[in-house]
């Protein structure tokens, strides 16, 4: 019901058909459950329902290339450990496989509210990871958030590659590069700002990430020629443990 509820604030955030998919067998007692259960969350009782039998992850793919969904929304499902929150074996095949965005909850709730507090976390500061922060605030816009941080992870190596080519050519560092993009997307009544951080393992970001509070953590994603989703490799610790609710934000490898 919860991850029911979360997808039904969604759709209607982004004025969106919802689309519910379950992996079995069609019964009429099935299909009036969720009938109902849309009833009680006052969601469009009349939505799509498609049921595909087999197994989880691949039922869910089979149906998302048929209807050509481009945003799927599920819990991750994970199994709390002291420290982490590892990810479930449903919510893990989709973030290697879906070829469409991705909204995992690690935490839904019947009664959802619009995320105040985004975390952006980029590998780098390509054209790619400008524009999904533009999507995060896109989003915030809509759905009336607060509060983003753009998260950049910088490993020892990276950080003398980068003093490197400053000495070399005078680009601009991490930091005034992170500060130009603060103040070309600044808006009014709106925080935004941003955090570098220096680690050399990427569970580094994931311990930040959990400390932060953010109600939604947004990474990028590239979709290859060959459409296997891959992420940067200071971010592939995600497939094995979720620090939070999460937007995977999907880019083409032009984009």
Not at 14 to 35: G, N, S, W
Not at 139 to 156: F, M, P
Request: proline share 6%; glycine share 4%.
């Amino acid at each position: 019901m919860a991850v029911l509820a979360e997808a039904g604030r969604v759709s209607r955030s982004l004025v969106a058909p919802l689309c519910l998919i379950h992996a079995d067998e069609y019964t009429r007692e099935k299909e009036e459950r969720f009938r109902s259960a849309l009833r009680e969350l006052r969601l469009d009782c009349t939505a799509t329902i498609r049921f595909e039998p087999g197994e989880p992850a691949e039922a869910i793919l089979k149906i998302q290339r048929e209807d050509r969904i481009d945003l799927l929304i599920a819990g991750a499902m994970e199994t709390e450990s002291v420290h982490r929150n590892f990810t479930g074996d449903v919510a893990r095949a989709l973030l290697r496989r879906a070829p469409c965005d991705l909204l995992l909850y690690t935490e839904p709730k019947e009664d959802p509210k619009p995320p105040e507090s985004m975390l952006v976390v980029v590998p780098d500061l390509s054209d790619s990871s400008r524009l999904v922060t533009d999507a995060a605030l896109n989003l915030a816009g809509k759905s009336g958030g607060l509060r983003i941080t753009i998260l950049y992870v910088q490993t020892t190596f990276a950080e003398a590659k980068e003093k490197a080519l400053k000495v070399d050519n005078g680009s601009p560092s991490v930091e005034q590069t992170l500060q130009s993009w603060i103040e070309d997307k600044a808006r009014p009544n709106f925080e935004l700002d941003y955090h570098l951080l220096r680690g050399n393992t990427g569970f580094t970001a994931c311990e930040f990430i959990q400390s932060s509070g953010a109600d939604l953590v947004v990474m990028p994603s590239q979709m290859p020629f060959s459409n296997q989703p891959v992420f940067a490799p200071a971010l592939d610790w995600i497939i094995q443990v979720i620090p939070g609710n999460l937007w995977v934000n999907r880019r083409t490898a032009n984009q």
